[in-house]
């Protein structure tokens, strides 16, 4: 469904009669809150949140070298993981800039499912026909015919399992692993659900067919606000993988933005070919100029990104990538790329937040982890 140039999950409908505030987001028409950002923050820390993420990008990539295609167009091994697992790993460009950070499912020896963010599906769809053009493996577009919903929060296994039929089922989904998916019916549909997440919080990513999308929603929004969690949009989850420490494509990570800037050197096989090898091969020699570290401050005005980060003589030594107030700690945190030599924990730096210099302490993300 499209409405002009942006266009809609097949779940928009099920959000104007929730009186969501809808928002304009990487080309897609989506929920920004429905009622109050830090309510729905607070229900996935202590309940379950239910979002949908239909905007993101499903691409198939299945044949006999569909393994080796994956290793060739990114910087990890996918075809080292086994059935039912997922990979996060990187799409770089041949200068080692990242095009996107993607989570894979490997449903099958010849059949894996890469998720692509909204803003970079279209380019991600491209580049992975271009690098499988070689191999005997076929890429596909599903984004359209797909909806992704998810349960995040304590509660989200629960709520999984008042929607499966059997006790059998019920210890399947018990026994899914952190970065793995099944197959599975869910209020009985035919679902991929995974175990992933970018909130810091247990919890379930399901696809399921886009003609299906409204009754699964239904069928879990009756169970999520049942043990008192609630519909949750974009705003929340921001603030919720900042606390988690979680990059975000075009603030973190960019086409400027190395693996090993990143932080993510430790995705990057070099043991490998792939597109970029032998760019990063060289970064990877050197340790990086700017990193990026998590800044904590007092009071309760947040950095934003942009803001510039100085040291204590008044140098600017970077800048903030992500900040905001925590609703969870009660104190601004952010994510910022700073000069190596003043990344140390511990140290305090300064934020120019409009004209005004505010004190933040280098601290180690995640600034959240769930007990």
Not at 294 to 318: I, K, Y
């Amino acid at each position: 469904m499209s409405h002009g140039s942006t266009r809609s999950t097949p779940l928009h409908d099920v959000h104007v009669a929730l009186g969501a505030r809808l928002t304009d987001f990487a080309g897609w028409r989506m929920p920004l809150k429905y009622s109050s950002e830090l309510a729905e923050h607070e229900a996935v820390r202590t309940t379950a949140g239910l979002f949908d993420l239909s905007h993101m990008g499903e691409i198939r990539v299945r044949g006999p070298q569909a393994g080796a295609a994956l290793d060739h167009a990114l910087v990890g091994t996918l075809s080292a993981i086994a059935t039912g697992r997922a990979k996060y790993s990187l799409l770089c460009t041949e200068n080692g800039g990242i095009i996107d950070d993607l989570v894979t499912y490997r449903l099958a020896d010849d059949e894996f499912l890469v998720i692509a963010n909204a803003s970079n599906a279209a380019v991600v769809l491209a580049e992975l026909v271009a690098r499988a053009q070689d191999f005997d493996a076929t890429v596909t577009d599903e984004t359209e015919q797909t909806a992704l919903i998810a349960v995040q929060g304590p509660a989200s296994q629960g709520v999984i399992h008042e929607l499966v039929d059997t006790d059998a089922e019920r210890e399947r989904v018990t026994a899914l692993r952190y970065y793995a998916c099944t197959p599975a019916r869910l209020a009985g549909l035919e679902v991929l659900l995974a175990r992933t997440g970018y909130t810091g919080e247990d919890g379930f990513e399901v696809y399921v067919a886009a003609a299906d999308a409204a009754s699964l929603w239904q069928a879990l929004q009756t169970r999520v606000e049942a043990v008192g969690g609630r519909p949750a949009g974009l705003a929340c989850r921001d603030t919720l993988r900042l606390e988690a420490g979680m990059p975000l494509y075009g603030n973190e990570l960019s086409l400027d933005t190395d693996p090993y800037a990143a932080g993510l050197g430790r995705v990057v096989k070099l043991d490998k070919e792939f597109v970029g090898r032998d760019a990063l091969a060289r970064v990877a020699q050197e340790p990086p100029a700017r990193v990026l570290t998590g800044l904590t401050g007092e009071g309760r005005r947040a950095a934003r990104a942009g803001n510039h980060v100085l040291d204590s003589e008044g140098a600017t030594v970077g800048i903030i990538t992500s900040g905001a107030l925590s609703p969870t700690l009660g104190r601004p945190v952010a994510i910022a790329h700073v000069d190596r030599e003043v990344a140390a924990a511990g140290g305090t730096l300064q934020v120019d937040v409009r004209g005004t210099l505010l004190p933040f302490s280098v601290t180690p993300y995640p600034f959240y982890k769930r007990s």
